[in-house]
């Protein structure tokens, strides 16, 4: 009956969840996988059809079978802190440990296998429509002309990457942009460019859902804001987060696209047009939400330790759509 | 109603597939995510609720909407034939490809997501267990001591690794090798380390799993082999494959474990002992067959060529296990 944490040392986010997590006497095992084979150990017998196995970090030595729940927080790159790392060596660790999971019975937040596939974007417009939600006209493409059609359908565009961060070391975000008029796509051929269609938002929307439990959290836009500052990552800071009701609609096709996408996390950001109207924009099946806790006051970390122990309320019941 | 098949221009195996595609008018694209935005391009475009995606390949255009099945053979690195590729070019190109393809109503051999799971070598081993194949017993840790206990209890032990090949350029098998008497296990604290009872085996079996068929091939141990020769994949050619019966409860422990697995595809390694058990080694989820194929006569190729145009017998019925 224990919780795993698989996060790295310095992570005040985590921190919130364990406070929580202790406060109702729940044990917690945090493991870093760079630690492994330098103060993290793991072992795992396949012996006569049955399994047996432990992770060791820190003091705290573990059997596989007691664990209830898998929170995958922020784990680092498996063994990077060996005495002698290789990318060898964190192949094998990877797969020794990540291998050994899969599959021990316990609830996952999130699964890694799901947790890999949210992530492409273009799988997530495609399931957001799936499940009702209003989706801003999007191209994907390495075709000029297609750009430059889908330019002329919808002539206020913004520019986004395709995937998320640039890989640079420490990866870096990179930021949505307004596409300027006259924009001559000849580029898009050497490499897949995703347009899609500006929406004139009065909010953005971020709905922070934690198994059944859906959070909406909703930032204005300044009346005065630069038409051209899409990207409310980088723009300036501007009104707090507000907490926000969502609306009943949305509530039932989100719950659709988690148990699609078999996911208990999911941060999804929305941009609110004129009409109220939520436009999904992406799920983050690992973003933050210790900014919006703040703002709001609302309770995620206890939520997350609430489900992560097990005593969360039941999901919405949603009917399949 | 076409085959996508992803792989790189020099596939020999694929060519024998393509061919029998061929010969049944079956409309195949062949495409190498590597040349993508250099002779390959993609576009996807999400409007009103609905998508509607393109490939180009070579001379080829085709819908998305009308792949009927895709057969991730071997490809190559996206964008990595681009004219100016970057990490950050292959990221994007990625995601554009799969992140379109995932979903797109075709049956995969394999889903992606699927095959990635059914890397992991521990995960394969508890699955095979549960579906009720024979597996030797097995020890993957980073505790010394508990290697030592481990081979006290076997003591006739061989070593491989966790993972699949190492990953140098290009990436090299490691040989799975017998393990020394009075072997000292210290250093299992520096890497997980995979220790296996040997199997004395009569025979290596090759099960290759096509859907619903099962296609068996049997290698005899020569009776002079070095039992220090444990690998198959490193030895003297010796006897050729020759077909073999599958005994039935293999094959519904391997119809299980495919279900389970999510796989169209698998290629299962055995080793047959004295009695005539089939101990399971390994499944990979891209196993080459080719030389099966030329070895026993036995139609794998046209067998994958019939599941990806769909006209394959359906699968064997077996109950849930």
Request: include cysteine; aromatic fraction near 8%.
């Amino acid at each position: 009956m224990t919780v795993l944490i698989l996060t790295g040392e310095e992570d005040v986010t985590a921190d919130m969840v364990v406070a929580h997590l202790n406060a109702s006497s729940v044990p917690v095992v945090r493991l870093d996988p760079a630690d492994l084979t330098a103060g993290a150990a793991l072992s795992g017998e396949y012996v006569h059809g049955t399994f047996r196995g432990h992770l060791s970090s820190g003091e705290r030595l573990v059997s596989v079978e007691a664990i209830r729940a898998v929170w995958v927080r922020r784990p680092g790159v498996p063994a990077a802190r060996a005495a002698q790392p290789s990318a060898w060596l964190t192949q094998e660790t990877a797969q020794a440990l990540y291998g050994m999971l899969r599959d021990c019975g316990a609830r996952w937040m999130n699964d890694p296998d799901a947790a890999r596939r949210a992530r492409y974007k273009p799988w997530q417009l495609r399931l957001a429509q799936r499940c009702g939600l209003p989706v801003p006209a999007t191209l994907i493409t390495t075709f000029p002309q297609a750009a430059r059609e889908f330019a002329e359908r919808f002539p206020d565009l913004v520019v986004k990457p395709v995937s998320g961060a640039h890989p640079q070391e420490p990866p870096r975000a990179v930021p949505t942009s307004r596409v300027a008029p006259g924009t001559d796509f000849a580029a898009v051929a050497y490499g897949p460019t995703l347009l899609q269609r500006r929406i004139a938002k009065r909010a953005d929307v971020r709905l922070t859902a934690v198994g059944g439990t859906l959070l909406a959290a909703r930032k204005e836009t300044a009346a005065d804001a630069d038409p051209d500052q899409v990207d409310v990552r980088f723009a300036p800071p501007g009104a707090p987060w507000r907490p926000a009701e969502v609306p009943r609609a949305v509530a039932r096709s989100v719950h659709a696209y988690l148990r699609r996408a078999r996911l208990a996390y999911g941060a999804f950001d929305f941009a609110e047009d004129a009409d109220g109207t939520w436009w999904f924009l992406e799920c983050n099946q690992s973003g933050q939400f210790g900014f919006v806790e703040v703002d709001t006051g609302q309770p995620i970390a206890r939520t997350i330790a609430e489900w992560l122990a097990g005593t969360a309320r039941p999901g919405t019941p949603v009917a399949e759509s």
